[in-house]
């Protein structure tokens, strides 16, 4: 398969790996947090973590949408899907993360709520055209990556005057996420593995202020095995060099300045709210977008009324430990045994880009051999 | 730990849920020694011989895909639970749930290409009988086969007889049922040509059962694909499942198609491919007669069982290894 085989290639990871130990010396400890829940599923599913030396821990952050909306978000969903002339179209992901009482949209959907799965929000959108009798909400979720696809969905439902379609808009932009993790006094990362897909959109330049505020590097990076161990070479690079720098490992998508289109797309329809909880951080300012005025007839949380209840995180639930990257999954209780895939109590668990999920699904064995 | 009140699709998805649901809900009211081993197909004893006996509902959605369709995928389905028993397929009943309003002529050539199946497996369908329902009351059409078979005396099949050191067989590339359906809803907007692998493995199995007492045991990965198949493997043995994810065969476009839509060809469901365990003298031979059959052609060695602290099943790859879990939730209802 072409521009997955050579990025895949077990001696170049090889000889990577030995750079990296090249890179260390012996007995220090560097931590790093891949940044995005797309290269943390990728760590484990390759067994990426064996190849780095003993001296680097990677840490798995926030960049997984599902696992950042707070489960007050989730009821809200929930009460948008048990409305009865809703249908509440959303990404499969979405299906399983538990709200309140643990219930999650999927439970919703056996009781008799309309819930489809959709692979994108045109196909939403087509939905509702389709079944001009039901009010289609679409749970729009994720960061810069699938928020414009929600913008042109928006700007597509207007153009065409479809009245029965609204977006429950919960996407929320990544560097206020970075600025909080790396404001929490117990932060300690020494760099940051820069997400892929995001930067797709935004571009690089979003990150400087990681260097030029809080004096560490970022490596924005791919999401193949070689691309991975890349990025981390050229993080150790620059901390043994002393620079902090933004790199682009991901040139052959990424540019500076990202994507004016989408951007263009995501300011035109949407607003950044004043506030926005994170599951497992709190309210974070400025984090969260929402559907901006010209676009309000399409907004269901105008359209229809939500709960808007806030429901803290469960107690056990080391969520926010995880995403701030001061706890390892397995160092939470209910890590396995309260919390699994199946039956998740924490969001992490839930998305298999999750770091518990990812965690649990490919890298427990490693622990119970060591 | 907590399970929903409810019945969600998750249950019936073949995965961690389906198995609970099996063993806490079924298998706790009807249980009874035939039942318990919770085999593909069970083992009846009478008159000096011993029969298998299996049966299996086919709910799958479009009824038509690439490569069959509802009435093959239910003939091909019974026989291959008989078959990776041991059992020589002897004949088969249907059971039809059609919903009001069904074309006639559609039903018609849905039973003729169930038909045509059985005949290419020289199998006959030997009872059936048909509900009708209102509108609503089921989607379209649903089917159930049971089947019986002989058991072949060659061979002595059972988790139990699985040792360490015993080698793992595919009998070809995964993932390729799950694949077509997923193509054939049409709502990915993906042009590839991937026909599902439906097909009866009888004869596949008649051949590695001339291997006798080193053939161990057998299993077709449907639902949960082969990642589910071997999790069962490695929970019924108590040992590990170690392969090397490379080894396992995937044609390259279902690779391609998994690798875009982000699923993992090994959880992806398969409805004409075969996971043998032999033992490690027998292996190469093994490998032989499935490469032999014109349905094993692309059949490989992928690993074997090993004694561990914990029976896991771990996948090499180029640069590690990883754990292989059992499918948890549903990427897609309604396969098969």
Same mark, same amino acid.
């Given at each position: 398969?072409?521009?997955?085989?050579?990025?895949?290639?077990?001696?170049?990871?090889?000889?990577?790996?030995?750079?990296?130990?090249?890179?260390?010396?012996?007995?220090?400890?560097?931590?790093?947090m891949?940044?995005?829940?797309?290269?943390?599923?990728?760590?484990?599913?390759?067994?990426?973590?064996?190849?780095?030396?003993?001296e680097?821990?990677?840490?798995?952050?926030?960049?997984?949408?599902?696992?950042?909306?707070?489960?007050?978000?989730?009821?809200?969903?929930?009460?948008?899907?048990?409305?009865?002339?809703?249908?509440?179209?959303?990404?499969?992901?979405m299906?399983?993360?538990?709200?309140?009482?643990?219930?999650?949209?999927?439970?919703?959907?056996?009781?008799?709520?309309?819930?489809?799965?959709?692979?994108?929000?045109?196909?939403?959108?087509?939905?509702?055209? &389709? !079944?001009?009798? +039901?009010? /289609? %909400?679409?749970? *729009?979720?994720?960061f810069?990556?699938?928020?414009? @696809?929600? $913008? =042109?969905?928006?700007?597509?439902?207007?153009?065409?005057?479809?009245?029965?379609?609204t977006?429950?808009?919960?996407?929320?932009?990544?560097?206020?996420?970075?600025?909080?993790?790396?404001?929490?006094?117990?932060?300690?990362?020494?760099?940051?593995?820069?997400?892929?897909?995001?930067?797709?959109?935004?571009?690089?330049?979003?990150?400087?202020?990681?260097? &030029? !505020?809080?004096? +560490?590097? /970022? %490596?924005?990076? *791919?999401?193949?095995?070689?691309?991975?161990?890349? @990025?981390? $070479? =050229?993080?150790?690079?620059?901390?043994?060099?002393?620079?902090?720098?933004?790199?682009?490992?991901?040139?052959?998508?990424?540019?500076?300045?990202?994507?004016?289109?989408?951007?263009?797309?995501?300011?035109?329809?949407?607003?950044?709210?004043?506030?926005?909880?994170?599951?497992?951080?709190?309210?974070?300012?400025?984090?969260?977008?929402?559907?901006?005025?010209?676009?309000?007839?399409?907004?269901?949380?105008?359209?229809?009324?939500?709960?808007?209840?806030?429901?803290?995180?469960?107690?056990?639930?080391r969520?926010?430990?995880?995403l701030?990257?001061?706890?390892?999954?397995?160092?939470c209780?209910?890590?396995?045994?309260?919390?699994?895939?199946?039956?998740?109590?924490?969001?992490?668990?839930?998305?298999?880009?999750?770091?518990c999920?990812?965690?649990?699904?490919?890298?427990?064995?490693?622990?119970?051999?060591? | 730990?907590?399970?929903?009140?409810?019945?969600?699709l998750?249950?019936?998805?073949?995965?961690?849920?389906?198995?609970?649901l099996?063993?806490?809900?079924?298998?706790?009211?009807?249980?009874?020694?035939l039942?318990?081993?919770?085999?593909?197909?069970?083992?009846?004893?009478?008159?000096?011989?011993?029969?298998?006996?299996?049966?299996?509902?086919?709910?799958?959605?479009?009824?038509?895909?690439?490569?069959?369709?509802?009435?093959?995928?239910?003939?091909?389905?019974?026989?291959?639970?008989?078959?990776?028993?041991?059992?020589?397929?002897l004949?088969l009943?249907?059971?039809?749930?059609v919903?009001?309003?069904?074309?006639?002529?559609?039903?018609?050539?849905?039973?003729?290409s169930?038909?045509?199946?059985?005949?290419?497996?020289?199998?006959?369908?030997?009872?059936?009988?048909?509900?009708?329902?209102?509108?609503?009351?089921?989607?379209?059409?649903?089917?159930?086969?049971?089947?019986?078979?002989?058991?072949?005396?060659?061979?002595?099949?059972?988790?139990?007889?699985?040792?360490?050191?015993?080698?793992?067989?595919?009998?070809?590339?995964?993932?390729?049922?799950?694949?077509?359906?997923?193509?054939?809803?049409?709502?990915?907007?993906?042009?590839?040509?991937?026909?599902?692998?439906?097909?009866?493995?009888?004869?596949?199995?008649?051949?590695?059962?001339?291997?006798?007492?080193e053939?161990?045991?057998?299993?077709?990965?449907?639902?949960?694909?082969?990642?589910?198949?071997?999790?069962?493997?490695?929970?019924?043995?108590?040992?590990?499942?170690?392969?090397?994810?490379?080894?396992?065969?995937?044609?390259?476009?279902?690779?391609?198609?998994?690798?875009?839509?982000?699923?993992?060809?090994?959880?992806?469901?398969?409805?004409?491919?075969?996971?043998?365990?032999?033992?490690?003298?027998?292996?190469?031979?093994?490998?032989?007669?499935?490469?032999?059959?014109p349905?094993?052609?692309?059949?490989?060695?992928?690993?074997?069982?090993?004694?561990?602290?914990?029976?896991?099943?771990?996948?090499?790859?180029?640069?590690?290894?990883?754990?292989?879990?059992?499918?948890?939730?549903?990427?897609?209802p309604?396969?098969?």
């Amino acid at each position: 398969m072409r521009f997955v085989d050579e990025f895949r290639d077990g001696r170049a990871a090889r000889a990577l790996a030995a750079e990296l130990r090249s890179l260390v010396e012996p007995g220090e400890r560097v931590k790093l947090m891949e940044v995005c829940g797309g290269h943390t599923h990728a760590i484990y599913r390759h067994g990426l973590d064996a190849l780095l030396p003993d001296e680097v821990e990677l840490v798995h952050g926030p960049g997984c949408p599902v696992c950042v909306i707070p489960m007050g978000r989730v009821d809200d969903a929930i009460s948008l899907a048990e409305r009865p002339e809703v249908t509440f179209a959303s990404f499969g992901d979405m299906l399983r993360v538990p709200g309140g009482r643990r219930r999650s949209l999927l439970e919703a959907k056996a009781r008799g709520a309309d819930v489809r799965t959709v692979y994108s929000p045109l196909d939403a959108l087509a939905l509702a055209q &389709r !079944e001009s009798s +039901r009010q /289609v %909400v679409f749970f *729009g979720v994720g960061f810069e990556t699938t928020a414009p @696809a929600t $913008a =042109l969905t928006l700007r597509r439902a207007r153009a065409l005057a479809v009245s029965n379609f609204t977006v429950f808009c919960n996407h929320v932009l990544i560097g206020p996420a970075l600025h909080a993790i790396l404001d929490s006094p117990d932060t300690e990362i020494d760099g940051l593995v820069g997400p892929g897909h995001v930067s797709t959109v935004i571009g690089t330049r979003p990150y400087e202020f990681v260097c &030029r !505020e809080y004096g +560490r590097p /970022v %490596v924005v990076a *791919g999401f193949e095995p070689t691309d991975i161990l890349r @990025a981390v $070479a =050229l993080l150790l690079r620059q901390l043994r060099e002393g620079r902090a720098e933004v790199e682009n490992e991901y040139g052959r998508v990424v540019r500076r300045e990202g994507n004016p289109e989408a951007l263009g797309a995501m300011r035109e329809v949407f607003d950044v709210r004043p506030d926005f909880e994170w599951r497992g951080l709190g309210p974070i300012p400025r984090s969260g977008l929402q559907i901006a005025e010209p676009f309000a007839a399409w907004d269901a949380e105008r359209r229809f009324t939500v709960p808007g209840a806030r429901i803290e995180d469960p107690k056990a639930c080391r969520c926010g430990d995880v995403l701030r990257g001061r706890a390892k999954p397995y160092e939470c209780r209910v890590f396995g045994t309260a919390c699994t895939p199946e039956r998740p109590l924490g969001t992490c668990m839930v998305s298999s880009e999750g770091a518990c999920a990812a965690y649990y699904a490919y890298g427990r064995h490693r622990r119970s051999a060591a | 730990m907590s399970v929903p009140e409810v019945i969600t699709l998750a249950d019936g998805a073949g995965g961690k849920a389906s198995r609970r649901l099996v063993e806490d809900l079924f298998l706790e009211e009807l249980r009874n020694p035939l039942l318990e081993p919770l085999d593909d197909a069970a083992i009846v004893g009478a008159n000096g011989t011993r029969i298998a006996v299996t049966t299996d509902s086919y709910v799958v959605r479009p009824l038509r895909f690439p490569g069959g369709d509802i009435g093959q995928l239910a003939v091909n389905g019974t026989i291959n639970d008989l078959a990776v028993s041991g059992a020589v397929p002897l004949a088969l009943t249907a059971g039809f749930v059609v919903e009001e309003g069904f074309p006639r002529d559609e039903l018609r050539e849905l039973v003729a290409s169930m038909a045509a199946a059985a005949r290419a497996a020289g199998i006959a369908v030997a009872a059936g009988d048909t509900k009708v329902v209102e509108r609503g009351a089921a989607d379209g059409l649903f089917v159930t086969t049971a089947g019986v078979g002989l058991l072949d005396l060659r061979a002595v099949l059972g988790l139990d007889r699985v040792r360490a050191g015993d080698r793992l067989l595919v009998s070809g590339g995964i993932a390729e049922h799950g694949v077509a359906i997923m193509l054939a809803r049409g709502n990915l907007e993906l042009e590839l040509a991937v026909a599902s692998d439906t097909a009866p493995l009888d004869g596949l199995t008649a051949t590695l059962c001339s291997l006798g007492p080193e053939l161990r045991w057998m299993r077709d990965p449907t639902r949960g694909g082969l990642a589910t198949t071997l999790n069962e493997l490695a929970a019924g043995t108590g040992l590990s499942v170690v392969f090397d994810e490379q080894a396992v065969p995937v044609r390259e476009d279902v690779r391609a198609a998994c690798e875009l839509l982000g699923i993992d060809p090994l959880t992806v469901a398969n409805e004409g491919k075969l996971v043998a365990v032999v033992s490690s003298q027998a292996a190469d031979e093994a490998l032989a007669l499935l490469r032999a059959h014109p349905l094993g052609s692309a059949a490989a060695l992928v690993g074997e069982l090993r004694e561990d602290s914990e029976p896991l099943v771990l996948a090499r790859t180029p640069f590690g290894t990883r754990l292989v879990e059992m499918l948890v939730g549903d990427p897609l209802p309604r396969i098969c």
